[in-house]
Nanobody, 115 residues
């Protein structure tokens, strides 16, 4: 069973930065595509950023220009670099990774942005 290991959440002031990390527990699991999602209290889970197997990226409009989703293939790790954070970015962030034999979710990491 592949486990998704997330890290990097925390409390930051508005305008600050955080970097989330996401890796597979098994080194034999190669991440092909992945996405970062977030869920705020009382709201549905939403896609924040995604990266395809060929490296194409997509972002929700509210984070464009502030967030990026770099990938380190050598470390088999995906990141979410979050800059110019706003209070409305406060949520639990989840990583989703796709590969063989399937799709897996992380446990979530809390990001809190204070005003």
């Amino acid at each position: 069973q592949v486990q998704v290991v997330e890290s990097g959440g925390g409390l930051v002031q508005a305008g600050g930065s955080l970097r989330l990390s996401c890796a597979a527990s098994k080194s034999t699991f190669r991440i092909n595509a992945s996405g970062w999602y977030r869920q705020a209290p009382g709201k549905e889970r939403e896609l924040v950023a995604g990266i395809s197997v060929i490296g194409a990226t997509n972002y929700r409009d509210s984070v464009k220009g502030r967030f990026t989703i770099p990938r380190d293939n050598a470390k088999n790790t995906v990141y979410l670099q979050m800059n110019s954070l706003k209070p409305e970015d406060t949520a639990v962030y989840y990583c989703n990774i796709k590969g063989e034999p399937g799709t897996y979710w992380g446990q979530g990491t809390q990001v809190t942005v204070s005003s």
